[in-house]
């Protein structure tokens, strides 16, 4: 006994996503049959806009809609022009939003230097980064905040390399102790980090 | 430092194994593939978070088992908490004072072991690369910072690796980002250059302790230790000196490592040499030297360790002593009694002299299971 075509199609659907297994599939498959008709079409549509009205802006790389390229950070003249933060990918810079205490303008990299994953400087968004620059001479300081692995370091480092001897400012995001932790519960690459970035009171 | 206890859980044959230990010296006793090296290799991985032997993490539980568990107290002048690792088909997870400890680096230190086997000869005669081993594991074990900067460089030298492989030639000329390869070169350099400066520190360490024992055993010889790095870096050279000097090689051997597409110096590739009166005792002692020296090793690492760590280690010794002559026995023995808590293996009581183990707490291993006599 096989299910019938739709339901198949649609478990097949849902385990495609990141954790799902054939039972949860099964499970959201036979639970989509139970929503009302105008949540399923709604869903549909925002999966279908997922894929044709979104677009990497084509001045930083942030995720945007079609009609709104370049995207809204990078249209907003109120934002402070002299800035950019480098940040890893779209998720990362909404979270630096978040804070609300950065007005400048963002470059997305849509990932991070990594030979063992195949990823090198023409494979992430970096020569968007360079022209932009140099179309933009108000651009004063670079900001890279990117995470604190070996990769996110090789990356920092190498856009550091490119970008100083233009003279533009470069700076990185303190490592170092979160909030909350304990000294001695922090592990050793941490606290190395945290003694070398030290700052002066 | 000591091992109160062990309990074992289906690792290799023993599906269930609980034993006390006592602070000297335990012998197991028993007939070939028993299980005798399996116990010391429990202890080891308590200690490492790694087989001693080249096996897969998989390999050490039971076969009719899906995971493994060793345990054990552990006792130090200053503390006593368990220590715990669960080996299971896909992954490790080690514990202390019953809480999970992330990563291996943080864990490796809380038990610290010198294992002397009969292929411990190797450390002598063998390639560069069991030397290596040899120093990195020891050292690890000693200084938290020289396993950071360890795992650091062998990440840097991955990284760079793959990037030499990914790079594409066009036209015979390989396409490569200048500035990038910079960048991987100096992360390389950064920890590679830590390295070679803590080498020399600890080599000479070792080679003061070494050479004392040594002298102790053999009565006349001068044992040398000779770390071999960059020809033109020395114990006295600055961790800047070091760099440049790495750096400068990086550059002359660019050509050749475009083509061959891996990093073709560094730290990876250096070696340690043992002279005795001048002559490398690799390719010019006797048997008798070679093990002489690979007995004065072992022991001066006791002895370090005692100094770096402030606790004298745990000693297994692995089928060794009926290797060494009577003479070689009763320095060893008279070396570690009252002192180091020691595991030994042998097929026979009659292959040590009994009369020089005092107090010794016998344990017979048979297909996985322990006889205290
Ligand atoms: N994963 C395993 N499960 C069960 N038995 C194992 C496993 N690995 C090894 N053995 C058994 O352990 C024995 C070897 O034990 P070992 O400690 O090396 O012997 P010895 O006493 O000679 O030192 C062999 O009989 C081998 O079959
Ligand atoms: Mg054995
Ligand atoms: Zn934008």
Redesign the interface.
């Known amino acids: 006994m096989q299910y019938p075509d739709a339901i198949a199609k649609l478990i097949e659907s849902y385990s495609k996503l990141p954790g799902i297994g054939r039972k949860t599939a099964t499970r959201l498959a036979f639970y989509t049959l139970g929503m009302s008709e105008e949540d399923v079409s709604n869903f549909s549509e925002s999966l279908k806009a997922s894929k044709s009205d979104l677009t990497f802006c084509q001045v930083c790389g942030f995720i945007t809609s079609k009609s709104d390229n370049p995207c809204v950070i990078c249209s907003d003249p109120s934002r402070d022009q002299s800035k950019i933060f480098v940040v890893e990918d779209s998720q990362d810079e909404m979270a630096i939003e978040s804070t609300h205490d950065y007005h400048g303008l963002y470059h997305v990299l849509n990932g991070v230097?990594?030979?063992?994953a195949?990823r090198?400087?023409?494979d992430i968004n970096v020569s968007s980064l360079i022209t932009r620059l140099s179309d933009h001479p108000e651009v004063k300081e670079v900001i890279i905040g990117l995470n604190a692995s070996?990769?996110g370091?090789?990356t920092t480092?190498?856009l550091g390399?490119?970008i100083k001897p233009a003279g533009i400012k470069v700076t990185r995001l303190a490592l170092g102790l979160s909030m909350g932790t304990n000294v001695n519960y922090a592990?050793?690459?941490t606290l190395?980090q945290a003694v070398n970035g030290r700052t002066e009171i | 430092m000591f091992l109160n206890n062990l309990r074992l859980v289906n690792f290799r044959n023993y599906k269930e194994l609980n034993v006390a230990f006592s602070h000297s010296i335990n012998v197991l006793i028993g007939n070939n593939a028993q299980g005798k090296t399996n116990l010391l290799e429990a202890i080891y991985f308590l200690s490492m978070g790694r087989s001693h032997r080249d096996s897969n993490d998989r390999d050490l539980i039971n076969w009719s088992a899906k995971s493994a568990v060793i345990s054990g107290e552990i006792e130090s002048r200053t503390a006593r908490y368990p220590l715990e690792v669960r080996i299971e088909k896909g992954g490790k997870r080690v514990l202390v004072n019953h809480l999970t400890e992330?990563?291996l680096?943080?864990y490796i230190g809380n038990l610290n072991t010198v294992l002397f086997a009969p292929e411990d000869l190797e450390l002598v005669k063998g390639s560069p690369g069991v030397r290596r081993k040899f120093i990195d594991s020891e050292f690890a074990q000693m200084s938290?910072n020289y396993l950071?900067n360890l795992l650091?460089y062998r990440?840097?030298l991955?990284?760079?690796?793959?990037?030499l492989?990914?790079i594409k030639w066009v036209a015979n000329s390989p396409k490569f980002?200048e500035?990038?390869l910079?960048?991987?070169d100096?992360?390389l350099i950064k920890f590679g250059s830590a390295i070679i400066l803590q080498r020399f520190s600890l080599i000479q360490t070792l080679e003061a302790y070494a050479r004392e024992v040594h002298l102790a055993i053999s009565k006349i010889e001068e044992l040398k230790l000779c770390y071999i790095t960059f020809p033109t870096v020395n114990e006295q050279s600055s961790q800047e000196e070091i760099s440049e000097i790495f750096k400068k090689q990086l550059l002359k051997n660019r050509n050749r490592e475009l083509f061959l597409k891996s990093t073709s110096v560094g730290p990876h590739h250096d070696d340690l040499k043992f002279l005795i009166n001048g002559k490398e005792v690799g390719s010019f002692a006797s048997q008798g030297q070679q093990r002489t020296t690979a007995l004065s090793i072992r022991l001066a690492e006791i002895e370090m360790m005692k100094f770096e760590t402030g606790e004298y280690p745990i000693l297994l010794l692995d089928d060794v002593l009926s290797e060494l002559d009577g003479k070689r026995q009763t320095q060893l023995l008279d070396f570690i009694q009252d002192k180091v808590q020691t595991f030994l293996t042998t097929a026979s009581l009659s292959d040590i002299d009994k009369g020089l183990i005092k107090d010794p707490k016998i344990y017979h291993v048979k297909d996985g299971v322990l006889i205290n006599d």
């Open positions: 230097l990594s030979p063992m195949g090198g400087p023409e070996t990769e370091e090789a480092l190498y390399r490119l592990d050793q690459l190395t | 992330n990563r680096s943080d938290s950071f650091q990440n840097a991955k990284d760079r690796n793959a990037y492989k990914n980002d500035t990038y910079s960048v991987l100096d992360q």
